[in-house]
T-cell receptor, first 118, second 112 residues
Framework: AQSVTQLDSQVPVFEEAPVELRCNYS??????LFWYVQYPNQGLQLLLK??????LVKGINGFEAEFNKSQTSFHLRKPSVHISDTAEYFC????????????????FGQGTILTVHP | NAGVTQTPKFQVLKTGQSMTLQCAQD?????MSWYRQDPGMGLRLIHY???????DQGEVPNGYNVSRSTTEDFPLRLLSAAPSQTSVYFC???????????FGPGTRLTVT
């Protein structure tokens, strides 16, 4: 079984400040890792994903995330946030291998609400 | 491409009523999933499908049925609505396990 913990339910920051949204996961097998963003009253949009290779992943809107296998973490960062980054962010994991009941299942964290103040 | 479409956008049901939430995608994706989103709980998987004719249960399948007769469509049926099923429902699709999941705009369901 796999699980995802987002360590902060809410993160308030001022515009142009850096931000880090924390995500830890637990899994008995290797996983693919994702960050999604949800703007108010909208569906989820993929920000970035880690499948393999370089542990630093760059996504859309200036976001990046670093996979740390030893700490089982996948924290999301942005060096300078904008008002438009205000949204809820979800970390998610998915098993890479086929077969069994875990096939295709994407497990989400509880979400972190990022609020950017002027 | 319309992407992933969901209907209706809003629905109010009385306890005990049944209904079907529609989901369709035009990207020829094999994988389709249904999630429910509740405050502070993230998204929880209800049912998923890895292709036409193949479905399986997710974390919270009780009270819901699905079928996948075509690649494009993946309807979610509520058999006898309960207030605990008040939630926002999202349908998603992807080309494979590593593929990006594309989400629909959601259906906001209230059961009174």
């Amino acid at each position: 079984a796999q699980s995802v913990t987002q360590l902060d339910s809410q993160v308030p920051v001022f515009e142009e400040a850096p931000v880090e949204l924390r995500c830890n996961y637990s899994s008995s097998v290797s996983v693919y890792l994702f960050w999604y963003v949800q703007y108010p009253n909208q569906g989820l949009q993929l920000l970035l994903k880690y499948l393999s290779g370089s542990t630093l992943v760059k996504g859309i809107n200036g976001f990046e995330a670093e996979f740390n296998k030893s700490q089982t973490s996948f924290h999301l960062r942005k060096p300078s946030v904008h008002i438009s980054d205000t949204a809820e962010y979800f970390c998610a994991v998915r098993p890479p291998n086929a077969g069994g009941t875990s096939y295709g299942k994407l497990t989400f964290g509880q979400g972190t609400i990022l609020t950017v103040h002027p | 491409n319309a992407g992933v479409t969901q209907t209706p956008k809003f629905q109010v049901l009385k306890t005990g009523q049944s209904m079907t939430l529609q989901c369709a995608q035009d990207m020829n994706h094999e994988y389709m999933s249904w999630y429910r989103q509740d405050p502070g709980m993230g998204l929880r998987l209800i049912h998923y499908s890895v292709g036409a004719g193949i479905t399986d249960q997710g974390e919270v399948p009780n009270g819901y049925n699905v079928s996948r007769s075509t690649t494009e469509d993946f309807p979610l049926r509520l058999l006898s609505a309960a207030p605990s099923q008040t939630s926002v429902y999202f349908c998603a699709s992807s080309r494979g396990l590593a593929g990006s999941q594309y989400f629909g705009p959601g259906t906001r369901l209230t059961v009174t």
